[in-house]
């Protein structure tokens, strides 16, 4: 079982910038891969970003390619995102997931991950 927590939303205003934290617990999260995704009020949940489990790829949704950066740190058992450029419709609930057994590729939808954290506020005003 892996329990994971996410810091770092808040309110910023637009072009601003906002770091993202999840810090995991077990001991096998060097192995898993992980992404992020956000919830806007109303809508689905859509997928952000996915980072495989030796951090030495990245995979982005279009809309936020060249402003986020995912990126982890295996012996602190955290991942992050580095938000850049920040815009209104960034506006959402961001959540960090594991995927415990990575198939090879990206894990880019809801149901492959196994473990999901409780989700931060994003909040971008303009």
């Known amino acids: 079982q892996v329990q994971l927590v996410e810091s770092g939303g808040g309110l910023v205003q637009a072009g601003g910038s906002l770091r993202l934290s999840c810090a995991a617990s077990?001991?096998?999260?060097?192995?898993?891969?992980m992404g992020w995704f956000r919830q806007a009020p109303g809508k689905e949940r859509e997928f952000v970003a996915a980072i495989s489990w030796r951090g030495s790829g990245t995979y982005y949704e279009d809309s936020v390619k060249g402003r986020f950066t995912m990126s982890r740190d295996n012996a602190k058992n955290t991942v992050y995102l580095q938000m850049n450029d920040l815009k209104p419709e960034d506006t959402a609930v961001y959540f960090c997931?594991?995927?415990?057994?990575?198939?090879?590729?990206?894990?880019?939808?809801?149901?492959?991950?196994?473990?999901w954290g409780q989700g931060t506020q994003v909040t971008v005003s303009s």
């Open positions: 077990g001991d096998t999260f060097s192995r898993y891969a």
């Open positions: 997931a594991a995927d415990r057994s990575p198939a090879p590729g990206w894990t880019l939808r809801e149901y492959e991950y196994d473990y």
